[in-house]
């Protein structure tokens, strides 16, 4: 499959597959896009222009909170991990997301 | 610090987390067998704008607002820096307009809308009492109907009262007169005040024959003790007591004058102070909290109709009326204010006209950086707030500057303290601060929004396709409309100015009927205690004047009770040999005369003759006024006066011409003169000298020392220097007016003169073609000069309807004019036309005398 251009991804869906990604247990920026990439089999490539931003804004909304640490390579890197207040959040949003997508799914579906 | 990734206050950098992304995809490239460089590059490509996320993340982390905020400030600061001749134009003149703006409001704040200084100062009344039948206003009330008004009522929370008295104090080396206010039990408590050194009168010291004790001003402690707190206890001297000193008072108390130096008890129990129809205090009261005037009004007039019924004369003949404080204290001068503020306001608007007419021209040049933002994606609203932040950079600035007009125009208001009241707390403070801040934000709005609006009109395309100003619109009506906003505001300013100097051109040609040249004024203290021996006392002002006589130098002495020219009127009620007057009241200004008064004033004798020395009180003279309105063709010598509502009555012995005494801008009215040398124990002397009065005033201090060496001479100054003292208010009204009136004029010159040069500058290529057509230049002259003076006709007759509505609020400051004065009225216009056609004439031949051929080659 192609990868999806930025613009195609729905607005807050980037919030949703950051939170999930860092719900998997702390990571840094680079190992967030790597995820989401290897997850979404290569259909999901986020820039880092909004990746960053991203990060920052939910990390300002108290949802992930971020901490210096080593990363494996020995290197210092910022690690982000979900708050409990973001664990809500992605619950929700899983919610949310489910129903969409399920709503959808029986639009598209339907025969003419 | 910065840099340190751990420090928790450096969450906002982003750099070193960009840092190790990058590092980790080059990795990436090498392990796929990049070369270190290459990789890097790619890892550099492939992780793209950095500047950007760096400035998302930002915008994260900080306000929006504050981020936009310093965006356009600092957008604004370059915009100042790349035109410093026409940024230091605007703020200099916002500086002015701003600065006169705030400098009048600092006035008006602290003069007329803040409270007094007092605690709860909105809840201080003063209280009248006035006779209902001859409304005779005679103010003071008597000591034992203050304390039943006090006893009595329900809506103070206590009423107490003053009188003052001009006594000499001789504890130090030579008599100081010293002015004492004689209190009423609770006078502090109801103004809210203590001392700031020692204590309130007790109880005990409130009553007769109580211990003795007094509070001195701040000023008199400074003066007298150097400020040290040993003079708590001290005893004074002052006229015929001893008193022991038990507080100082603050530094800004004032009450009731600013020339207060001492308080004492005056006690409502004394013996002498138990008639009814005695007549003392100035009455203030406060108000309990909550309580309106009218309820105080109607709870008051109960006890006084309550008190008539218990007492019947003179109680039953007695209204109350309750005025607020701050109105007693403020007195006429808040018309004056209002009137200063309505004209720096409108000079003000012309100013924001003015520098609107500049910017529009400045946006219209701007029309390509404009268009090129509009294509870089900015909308409109960023633009217009662009501009906007440019204007309130500017009007800030202006604000800014005008703080220190303001507070060289404080300084001057503090100069003023004899005519203003209120003026030492006029002051520069965060009131006034904020106040320029509004008027820089209002500026800003008013100079601002239309060039901006106006600006960002045009569709972008439509701009840049034209990429030239060939096709610039010329006509520029909202232009023309500015100019003639100006020239209109100008023109009203001009109207009110022009008044008030015609009023004061009239007053200095009035004759006052009197001659104040050459006339010495001063007064030796004394006490209304004396007034027990009344005779005793026209012994004494009648022996100094014979001494004074006697003195070389002095042509003759005299004493009066109000300074003529000066004073205010006392209307008396008059029946004439006894009878009613059934058809129309007799009523004139009552004023005392001793012997030599007419002829140290130079008021003419017509018939009989003038007041002589005597002991008797029963001489009177009267003005001609008054004995052409009341007794026609016949002669008023040898008649009887009585006042309506007095047990005494006087004979008519002479008559006198009329004379100014009121103030020398209110006509003479019917004038009753009492023949007596001591109206109260400190009267006013006139002194005539042969040369400059000032010079004599030595002598005239030690002849009266030797006179009475226990009293001190005070208030010493010529006659002209009271006439100017009144005239001051009206003088500087007018003067600032005229300075306002012409600022505005210049201002609107200025937009006028800098409106055509912009149109001369922007027609160039079509007078350039017309003149190569064979136009010729006086043609092209005539056609901007009419463009220029049609807008100040126009706005002429705007400012001239303007003029008429507005110049009725100056009715009472006017003169000899009537508020439509016809010759005012031609002469601004003729003004205003010389000057616009001066102002528009410059840039007319300057746009005429343009070269053809250079204008068209450069197509």
């Known amino acids: ?112 | 610090m910065k840099n340190d990734p751990r420090n928790p206050g450096a969450r906002q950098s982003i750099d070193p987390e960009i840092a190790h992304h990058i590092d980790l995809i080059t990795e990436d490239f090498i392990a796929r067998g990049l070369s270190p460089e290459e990789a890097r590059r790619r890892a550099l490509v492939e992780f793209g704008g950095r500047e950007q996320i760096r400035q998302s993340v930002r915008a994260i982390h900080t306000s929006v607002i504050a981020e936009a905020v310093a965006f356009h400030l600092k957008a604004a600061w370059r915009f100042l820096r790349k035109s410093p001749g026409f940024s230091i134009a605007v703020i200099l003149t916002l500086a002015l307009g701003i600065g006169a703006n705030s400098a009048v409001f600092s006035a008006i704040d602290a003069v007329i809308l803040r409270p007094l200084p007092y605690p709860g100062g909105d809840r201080l009344t003063v209280i009248y009492q006035h006779d209902i039948q001859s409304r005779d206003a005679n103010r003071f009330v008597a000591p034992q109907r203050l304390e039943d008004w006090n006893r009595l009522n329900s809506t103070f929370s206590g009423i107490s009262g003053y009188y003052t008295d001009d006594l000499s104090e001789l504890s130090g080396p030579l008599p100081e007169k010293v002015t004492e206010a004689l209190v009423a039990p609770r006078f502090l408590q109801v103004l809210g005040v203590s001392p700031v050194l020692g204590r309130d009168f007790t109880p005990e010291e409130e009553r007769f024959k109580g211990p003795d004790a007094i509070l001195i001003s701040y000023g008199f402690w400074q003066r007298r003790f150097h400020g040290d707190p040993e003079a708590l206890g001290k005893r004074l001297h002052v006229g015929s007591f001893y008193n022991t000193i038990v507080g100082v008072m603050p530094r800004d108390f004032h009450y009731p004058n600013r020339d207060v130096d001492l308080w004492a008890v005056s006690a409502p129990d004394a013996p002498f102070a138990q008639k009814r129809t005695e007549t003392w205090f100035t009455v203030i009261g406060r108000m309990k909290p909550g309580i309106q005037l009218k309820q105080a009004q109607a709870d008051l007039s109960r006890v006084q109709i309550q008190l008539g019924r218990q007492y019947a004369r003179p109680d039953n003949e007695l209204s109350v009326e309750i005025v607020p404080m701050k109105q007693t204290v403020i007195g006429a001068v808040g018309s004056s204010l209002w009137l200063l503020y309505g004209s720096v306001s409108l000079l003000l608007l012309i100013a924001c006209s003015n520098i609107a007419a500049l910017l529009l021209a400045r946006t219209a040049e701007r029309e390509h950086e404009i268009s090129i933002r509009f294509s870089l994606g900015a909308s409109r609203r960023t633009i217009i707030v662009q501009l906007l932040a440019e204007v309130l950079g500017l009007t800030l600035l202006g604000a800014v500057a005008g703080l220190a007009v303001d507070a060289a125009a404080i300084r001057g208001f503090h100069l003023l303290a004899r005519t203003l009241p209120r003026a030492e707390e006029i002051a520069l403070n965060w009131r006034i601060a904020l106040y320029s801040l509004a008027a820089a934000v209002a500026t800003t709005l008013l100079c601002g929004l239309v060039p901006a609006m106006r600006g960002t009109r045009r569709g972008l395309a439509q701009v840049i396709a034209q990429g030239s100003r060939a096709q610039v619109s010329t006509r520029r009506p909202l232009q023309w409309t500015l100019v003639g906003v100006q020239v209109a505001l100008a023109v009203t300013l001009l109207i009110g100015s022009g008044l008030l100097l015609r009023s004061l051109q009239e007053l200095s040609r009035v004759s006052p009927g009197f001659d104040p040249s050459h006339v010495l004024t001063l007064q030796v203290s004394g006490s209304w205690g004396e007034t027990s021996d009344i005779k005793g006392v026209v012994q004494r002002v009648d022996r100094t004047l014979d001494g004074l006589r006697t003195l070389p130098g002095v042509v003759d002495a005299a004493t009066t009770d109000e300074i003529p020219g000066a004073s205010w009127a006392y209307p008396f009620e008059y029946k004439i040999d006894g009878h009613d007057n059934i058809d129309r009241r007799v009523l004139a200004d009552t004023r005392t005369a001793s012997s030599g008064y007419f002829n140290v004033l130079g008021i003419p004798l017509l018939a009989g003759e003038p007041c002589r020395e005597a002991s008797t009180t029963n001489d009177l003279v009267v003005n001609r006024s008054f004995a052409n309105l009341y007794f026609g063709a016949r002669s008023p010598v040898g008649h009887l006066l009585k006042p309506a509502t007095d047990p005494f009555q006087g004979q008519i012995r002479g008559v006198v011409g009329d004379a100014r005494e009121q103030g020398l801008n209110t006509l003479p009215t019917p004038t009753v003169y009492v023949c007596v040398s001591a109206p109260n124990p400190f009267p006013n002397y006139l002194i005539r000298t042969q040369g400059d009065p000032a010079q004599m005033a030595d002598t005239i201090r030690r002849r009266i020392h030797d006179l009475e060496p226990a009293r001190s001479v005070y208030a010493i100054m010529p006659l002209t220097d009271h006439l100017a003292d009144a005239a001051l208010e009206n003088r500087l009204r007018t003067m600032l007016l005229t300075l306002f009136a012409a600022t505005a004029v210049s201002l609107a010159c200025i937009g006028l003169y800098g409106t055509l040069s912009y149109l001369g500058r922007l027609r160039q290529r079509e007078v350039g073609v017309r003149l190569a057509l064979g136009a010729m230049r006086s043609e092209i002259v005539k056609r901007f000069l009419l463009q220029g003076l049609g807008a100040a006709a126009i706005g002429c007759a705007l400012g001239i309807a303007l003029g008429v509505g507005l110049s009725r609020y100056l009715k009472g400051m006017l003169y000899g004019v009537t508020a439509l004065d016809p010759i005012t009225y031609s002469g601004v216009v003729g003004i205003i036309l010389v000057v616009a056609a001066l102002a528009s004439l410059i840039p007319s031949l300057r746009a005429s005398q343009i070269e053809p051929v250079r204008v068209l080659r450069q197509e």
């Not at chain 1, 999806?4 to 949703?16: H, I, P, R, S, V």
């Not at chain 1, 990390?59 to 979900?82: M, N, P, T, V």
């Not at chain 1, 899983?94 to 339907?110: F, G």
Request: no cysteine.
């Open chain 1, 1 to 112: 499959m192609a990868p999806l251009e930025k613009a195609d991804l729905l607005q807050g869906t980037l919030d949703l597959l950051i939170l999930k990604v860092v719900a998997l247990g702390p990571v840094h920026g680079y190992g967030i896009s790597q995820r989401i990439r290897q997850i979404s089999d290569e259909v999901l490539q986020v820039q880092q222009g909004s990746l960053y931003p991203a990060l920052h804004r939910l990390e300002k909304r108290g949802l992930i909170a971020a901490d210096w640490g080593e990363s494996e390579k020995g290197r210092q890197a910022r690690f982000y991990r979900l708050s409990s207040k973001g664990r809500k959040q992605l619950a929700a949003e899983e919610e949310t997301w489910n129903r969409l997508s399920k709503a959808v799914s029986l639009i598209l579906q339907t025969v003419p």
